[in-house]
């Protein structure tokens, strides 16, 4: 296991609703990302998050907001839920020191379903 | 144009058959190469890192063309358990990965 958890594993929404989705990083991970991935596709960069502080943003809307916490601990925020917000959530956890990459961690997933 | 091309498949070959995957990138400016795993439902996980130089694992070998912004990715000895989808992955500066769309494997006995 990789050591990222992810809550919930599904959820069902409404269009229009708001949704908190929450990833629990490996202990000592100061970078977390978050990705799309809709069915049939490979996962897209939403943002990045560097000592809590957003560092990075793919092709996203500002509806999507997110937040790192000091315990290893991030959230990502979707307000006004589409119907092509439907998709897996993937959290990415990783050290981001001085030397070259190190591997990210992903978690499990949160399925998100919007009706 | 997307940033990160492959075929999407889905290629079907028996046990001990040999498969190769490839894949080419738009951003010059890639910092880091891979290849990732993804079985049906869950999260990815990294299969291994390519380097301009070729590298092996076991029955894995993965090779980058930074001229050609290309990446390959060579299965030889398939077993069952090697069905999944296979994710082309590159890596900006920041750590941002960039996924394909992933090629599908099945291996049938």
């Known amino acids: 296991e990789t050591g990222v958890t992810q809550s919930p594993t599904h959820l069902i929404k409404t269009r229009g609703q708001q949704v908190t989705l929450r990833c629990s990083s490996q202990s000592g991970h100061n970078t977390v990302s978050w990705y799309q991935q809709a069915l049939g596709q490979g996962p897209q960069f939403i943002f990045q998050?560097?000592?809590?502080?957003?560092?990075g943003r793919g092709n996203f809307p500002p509806r999507f907001s997110g937040l790192q916490f000091p315990n290893y601990s991030s959230e990502l925020n979707v307000n006004a839920l589409e119907l092509d917000d439907s998709a897996l959530y993937l959290c990415a956890s990783r050290y981001a020191g001085t030397s070259s990459y190190n591997e990210q961690f992903f978690g499990p997933g949160t399925r998100l379903t919007v009706l | 144009r997307k940033e990160v091309e492959q075929d999407p498949g889905p290629f079907n070959v028996p046990e001990g058959a040999t498969v190769a995957f490839n894949c080419t990138y738009s951003n010059s400016a890639s910092q880091s190469f891979f290849w990732y795993r993804q079985d049906c439902r869950k999260e990815p996980k990294l299969l291994m890192s390519?380097?301009?130089s070729g590298n092996e694992d076991g029955r894995f070998t993965a090779q980058l063309n930074r001229a050609s912004q290309y990446i390959s990715l060579l299965i030889r000895d398939s077993k069952l358990s090697d069905s999944a989808t296979y994710l082309c992955v590159v890596s900006s500066s920041y750590g941002k990965l960039t996924f394909g769309q992933g090629t599908i494997l099945t291996v049938h006995p």
């Open positions: 390519v380097y301009s």
């Open positions: 998050y560097y000592r809590e502080e957003e560092n």
